[in-house]
């Protein structure tokens, strides 16, 4: 499931190469207008993948006979299984079912079946109207709520809820189990009525077709006995109707939950579900034991009980979650941490891997590992999260060999490379000075004199942009952070140039084009590429300069923030420069924007600033959940935003906010049987140990909420690190030979 958008696909990467993947030999091309056997054109492509192609077409068999409808495309041995089945039989499959189906069970209607070069070609009415997941994801901001509260839109909810357990009553009793019965498969129509799509997974119960049953389905959504392919039960279903009602009630994937005892489950469950009866019912659907699961009609009662109570006075049994003490957290981080030595989190040879998102080939079930050295998904994001838990006195030792693999890595990609790399904070070579120095700080590394060259050489880059991720101010964040290691004349002046530059850049409307060589003047407000970042970095310069031109440019730059906000009650939000919904995260959303006027509260003591700083933050729900759980965007980014905010503005309101973002990422945690204890923070199938999309700023987030006072926001110029660096205070720069 999707929510926003990431931050990586607007700013630059550092992915080494571009791989395209090429279409599949023997499929058609989807191109609009491109015929398709003898009756089809094809309109559109709906999912193109190495298991099978599906197209949106028109057909014209007669003067009255035409519309549109799906076609599902099955190349001849492609996804061949272990008995020699490839995606044809499950298309040839799929046509019997929709025969058997047809006038019984809501399921697109058979409309007809070819081959043509070698490819098999299914043809089924194409169901107007939009999927579940998706109409989740059309009202995931107001859709918890609503079903919390039971008002109009939740109630729809729960009908949506009883007319599948309805439709998936009808299909068991034509002996079918679905096997596939994800929040995608289901389809609401106009009219509000049910269908359900997809049934090449499906089971004959009489027939005891297919044989093998055919394998996988959607992970989160599949019981124990489906992944182990036992034989199918009608169970299998029930389990997958327990992931759904609880993916409406928190838009969080039920893959978050699964693979974990029935007793860890129930305290998941039980957090994200307030009402006793409903929670119980979803942790019976999903209980590892089939003969434990409940017949659909006792669901449905549960349901329809809670619907109706809505307007009388009955009282409901609320849960009782579990809530993790400070020990348990600290027993947590270091379990975690443990699991950064594994073959989880780290090629064995290679060390730390990231998930190169611009790689499109690979199997779509598993990460497509490339190795970086950036602070953002590489290496150095990595090392700074293990620096900054062995400066509050956890056992990092486990993890030694594989900061040397990074340490190499940076050597090989950054240090010894012949050709420009990127000077960015986030995604290049100011980043990993601000790592090694904040390493050295904290004791993770030993001083070395060369490392002194590798900061120094890693700071002189130009740079054109002006952003805190990937221009000057992110490169002004670093030499400050690298100062007390470093003294040279030259890095000191760049810091003073940066604010210069800024300055006189400065619209007099307080804003800055952002980039100037586009034909639309843009003006992001966000943190990690906008105004706000701008801002920020020049807060952290006056509060280390005591700069009043810095301050004022800060100032005017808040102002234009202000005149741009929009305001509904306590709440404030800056929406899109489209004019679409205001993304809410830390990057590019309210949260990065009200950490500027966080910081321009802290420095002024302006009332105003602190009023719009809450009011960012209060655009949040006060006990809102969500699928993400990233630094980028997510609950661990806005988790230490919100931790600045109780310590600047002193409102205990934003520690209890802190206190439940902990919670629910710690009831998101993962084991894995052999490796350990890890998380799933954005989308992908496997985790991955970065810092701003990754396992590392999960573990930051929790390690600061344990030792507030100790731990900063990440790349903070004050990160509260006090001990005496092992080194002299001011090392005399010895340029590279």
């Given amino acids: 499931m999707r929510e926003d958008k990431s931050i990586t696909t607007i700013i630059n990467s550092e992915a080494e190469e571009n791989i395209s993947e090429e279409t599949p030999k023997g499929k058609v091309v989807k191109k609009s207008g491109q015929r398709i056997g003898f009756n089809y054109i094809i309109y559109k492509s709906l999912k193109e993948s190495q298991k099978n192609d599906v197209m949106k077409c028109f057909y014209i068999k007669g003067l009255f006979n035409f519309g549109t409808c799906v076609i599902k495309e099955g190349t001849l041995g492609d996804s061949k299984d272990k008995h ?4 044809k039989d499950r298309l040839v499959w799929q046509k019997e079912l929709h025969e058997k189906l047809q006038g019984k069970v809501r399921v697109p209607r058979y409309l007809g079946s070819f081959e043509e070069n070698g490819n098999y070609y299914l043809v089924i009415e194409r169901i107007k109207g939009e999927s579940l997941v998706h109409m989740f994801k059309k009202h995931n901001k107001e859709l918890r709520e609503s079903v919390i509260t039971r008002n109009k839109l939740g109630r729809k ?17 034509n002996n079918v189990v679905h096997r596939d019965a994800s929040s995608n498969n289901f389809m609401i129509t106009p009219g509000g009525k049910i269908a359900l799509i997809d049934l090449e997974l499906s089971y004959s119960i009489d027939q005891q077709l297919p044989s093998p049953p055919f394998q996988l389905g959607t992970h989160g959504f599949m019981s124990p006995q489906q992944i182990a392919t036992l034989t199918p039960t009608v169970q299998d279903d029930i389990f997958a109707l327990g992931a759904n009602i609880f993916q409406m009630w928190t838009y969080i994937s039920p893959s978050k939950i699964v693979d974990t005892t029935y007793e860890k489950l129930v305290k998941k469950i039980n957090f994200f579900i307030p009402d006793q009866k409903v929670a119980d019912i979803v942790t019976q659907c999903m209980h590892p034991d089939p003969d434990e699961r409940p017949a659909l009609q006792a669901i449905r009662k549960i349901i329809h009980e809670y619907k109706a109570d809505h307007n ?6 609320q849960s009782h979650p579990h809530l993790y003490d400070r020990q348990e957290v600290l027993e947590i981080i270091q379990k975690s941490i443990n699991t950064y030595s594994t073959p989880l989190l780290a090629d064995p040879e290679k060390g730390w891997f990231a998930d190169n998102m611009r790689d499109a080939s690979g199997d779509k079930d598993k990460i497509n590992k490339a190795w970086f050295g950036s602070f953002h998904q590489g290496v150095a994001g990595v090392i700074y999260m293990l620096s900054k838990a062995k400066y509050v006195g956890m056992n990092v030792d486990v993890t030694s060999p594989f900061v040397q693999k990074g340490l190499d890595l940076i050597e090989q990609k950054y240090i010894n490379r012949k050709y420009s790399t990127s000077p960015s904070l986030h995604f290049g070579s100011s980043g990993i000075a601000a790592t090694i120095t904040t390493a050295i700080h904290t004791g993770l590394l030993e001083f070395q004199p060369k490392y002194t060259d590798w900061i120094y050489a890693l ?12 221009g000057i101010c992110g490169q002004g964040i670093a030499n400050m952070i690298c100062t007390p290691l470093i003294s040279d004349k030259q890095l000191s002046e760049k810091i003073h140039d940066y604010v210069q530059q800024l300055l006189s850049l400065q619209q007099e409307d307080g804003s800055w084009i952002i980039f100037p060589k586009s034909k639309k003047k843009k003006v992001p407000k966000g943190f990690g590429t906008g105004i706000s970042g701008i801002i920020y970095f020049l807060l952290e310069y006056a509060k280390r300069f005591n700069d009043e031109q810095a301050i004022l440019g800060a100032e005017r730059g808040l102002e234009w923030l202000i005149g741009k906000a929009s305001r509904h009650k306590e709440r404030i939000c800056w929406p899109s420069n489209s004019g679409k919904e205001p993304n809410t995260w830390w990057t590019i959303g309210n949260a990065g924007i009200a950490l500027a006027f966080i910081k321009g509260y802290a420095l002024t003591n302006n009332l105003k600033y602190k009023k719009f700083a809450a009011g960012g933050l209060y655009y949040h729900k006060e006990k809102g959940v ?7 965007n997510g609950l661990s980014g806005l988790g230490e935003i919100y931790l600045d905010a109780y310590q600047v503005l002193k409102d205990p309101i934003w520690l209890q906010r802190a ?13 894995h049987p052999t490796h350990g ?3 799933l923070t954005e989308h992908e199938k496997q985790p991955a140990p970065s810092f701003m999309t990754g396992n590392s700023g999960v573990l930051h987030f929790l390690l600061r909420y344990c030792y507030p006072d100790k731990i900063g926001i990440p790349l903070s110029v004050y990160n509260h690190i006090e001990t005496e660096i092992q080194t002299p205070k001011f090392i005399t720069h010895i340029p590279i030979s």
């Fill in 677 to 679: 204890i890890y998380w």
């Fill in 84 to 87: 020699g089945r490839d995606i």
């Fill in 659 to 671: 206190d439940w973002v902990a919670q629910n990422v710690l009831h998101l945690l993962k084991i």
């Fill in 459 to 470: 700071l002189e880059k130009e740079n054109e942009d002006l952003n805190i991720f990937n």
């Fill in 626 to 632: 969500n699928n993400s759980l990233s630094q980028t």
């Fill in 312 to 317: 009388t006075k009955i009282h409901r049994t």
């Fill in 157 to 173: 909810f729960l009908g949506y809820i009883l007319k599948i357990i309805d439709l998936m009553d009808e299909l068991h009793k």
